[in-house]
């Protein structure tokens, strides 16, 4: 498994400004994810963090709106930029452990004003 | 791409009565099935999962069948205990990309 670890656990912003998520692994990982679960919901794929090249966006996700670094193997931030309520939201990363398996951090919960 | 379909979406049984999730996925490349579970406030905690290779897991009182020709698998919990409430979320992955497609979640309620 892996211990994963997410700073901070909650927010409350103002809308049009930005916020970084932070997630820290206990281990170096190669793959790190980044989730989105809105409330009562499940979770959605924002993109896949890779060390060393650009994030990959999955369908609906702009790196504009979410910038995302990963400077190494076991770091990575997630920016949820120009905010606003519709990004109300709980923020999860996930590490891959093994062929597949994903574990996740606590979360980020995140409410735009 | 990868459609997974969970139900029911809450369950609610007494304590000590077993509890079944069922989810289909549309994708026949598919070949990893994990179970996750959210507690109020947590993120998600891994808790069971299966390959295509194998038609039925079990740890403790925590079971996962898989019908690949069907495409569906299903997430046993007997002697269910108020600590199992929570919300159970399947999951599916062909191992290209990495990438996992979530069911829409389970909420389940052990009434004690």
């Known amino acids: 498994s892996a211990v994963i670890s997410q700073k901070p656990s909650r927010d409350i912003c103002q809308r049009g400004t930005s916020l970084t998520i932070q997630c820290q692994v206990d281990s170096q990982v190669t793959m790190m994810f980044w989730y989105r679960q809105q409330p009562g919901q499940s979770l959605t794929l924002i993109a896949t963090a890779n060390q060393g090249s650009e994030a990959t966006y999955e369908s609906g996700f702009v790196i504009d709106k979410f910038p995302i670094s990963r400077p190494n193997l076991t770091f990575s931030t997630l920016t949820v930029s120009n905010m606003s309520p519709e990004d109300s939201s709980i923020y999860l990363c996930s590490v891959e452990k093994g062929t597949d398996t994903q574990y996740f951090g606590p979360g980020t919960r995140l409410t735009v004003l | 791409g990868e459609n997974v379909e969970q139900h029911p979406s809450t369950l609610s049984v007494q304590e000590g009565d077993s509890a079944v999730i069922k989810c289909t996925y549309s994708?026949?490349?598919?070949?990893?099935f994990p179970w996750y579970k959210q507690e109020l406030g947590k993120g998600p905690q891994l808790i069971i999962d299966?390959?295509?290779?194998?038609g039925e897991k079990k740890d403790q009182r925590i079971a996962v069948t898989l019908n690949k020709t069907a495409k569906h698998f299903s997430l046993h919990i007997t002697e269910t205990q108020p600590e199992d409430s929570a919300v159970y979320f399947c999951a599916a992955s062909n191992n290209a990309g990495n990438m996992l497609t979530f069911g829409g979640g389970t909420r389940l309620m052990v009434k004690p």
């Open positions: 994708d026949s490349a598919s070949n990893y």
């Open positions: 299966i390959r295509s290779n194998v």
